[in-house]
T-cell receptor
Framework: KNQVEQSPQSLIILEGKNCTLQCNYTVSPFSNLRWYKQDTGRGPVSLTIMTFSENTKSNGRYTATLDADTKQSSLHITASQLSDSASYICVVSSGPGTYKYIFGTGTRLKVLA | DAGVIQSPRHEVTEMGQEVTLRCKPISGHDYLFWYRQTMMRGLELLIYFNNNVPIDDSGMPEDRFSAKMPNASFSTLKIQPSEPRDSAVYFC??????????????FGPGTRLTVT
């Protein structure tokens, strides 16, 4: 069964600290993996997209890693800011053949001053 | 570009009523997606279109849900009759391509639907 599991469900950190969010998936065949940031009351915004051959991709203070062998991904946030408070959603696309998006339930991050 | 436009932003209706949600995708995007988001189930893909043609509607929960895309700049998601369990935030998204890594999806602000 295609599944995407994220951990932790929620996380509270102090401003300036680093944190790492986890995404484990059992999706086959694998096409790509996306991390989205969703602010409260807004639609998700793409942070990174990685294919099978990519191990690391950065977007400013956000760095995503992908281990296709263990089917794990992580999103590392460096020097957190109050504006990083949001939900972070991992999405794995399957394909080719049967193209599907499989969504994780997200990690809710709160950054405190 | 104004981005993906959705209307209304909020909708409150009574059980049994018909609800129509509207979406205007980003100009030039060939793909349009409808999603539903709830606290319990997270984001779920309901249906997506390619060049105005429905490609995969396997996520549509029941026959009470229907979606149309009469032209490249407009799509609707209709629920008839609505039920309290349909209460959720409905997002529309558009993309210039499907699953290749270079194609991103751009989400609208969502419509918060409450069915009483």
């Amino acid at each position: 069964k295609n599944q995407v599991e994220q951990s932790p469900q929620s996380l509270i950190i102090l401003e300036g600290k680093n944190c790492t969010l986890q995404c484990n998936y059992t999706v086959s065949p694998f096409s790509n993996l996306r991390w989205y940031k969703q602010d409260t009351g807004r639609g998700p915004v793409s942070l990174t997209i990685m294919t099978f051959s990519e191990n690391t991709k950065s977007n400013g203070r956000y760095t995503a890693t992908l281990d296709a062998d263990t089917k794990q991904s992580s999103l590392h946030i460096t020097a957190s800011q109050l504006s990083d408070s949001a939900s972070y959603i991992c999405v794995v696309s399957s394909g080719p053949g049967t193209y599907k998006y499989i969504f994780g339930t997200g990690t809710r991050l709160k950054v405190l001053a | 570009d104004a981005g993906v436009i959705q209307s209304p932003r909020h909708e409150v209706t009574e059980m049994g009523q018909e609800v129509t949600l509207r979406c205007k995708p980003i100009s030039g995007h060939d793909y349009l997606f409808w999603y539903r988001q709830t606290m319990m189930r997270g984001l779920e893909l309901l249906i997506y279109f390619n060049n105005n043609v429905p490609i995969d509607d396997s996520g549509m929960p029941e026959d009470r849900f229907s979606a149309k895309m009469p032209n490249a700049s407009f799509s609707t998601l209709k629920i008839q009759p609505s039920e309290p369990r349909d209460s959720a935030v409905y997002f529309c998204a558009s993309s210039p391509g499907l699953f290749l890594s270079s194609y991103e999806q751009y989400f609208g602000p969502g419509t918060r639907l409450t069915v009483t």
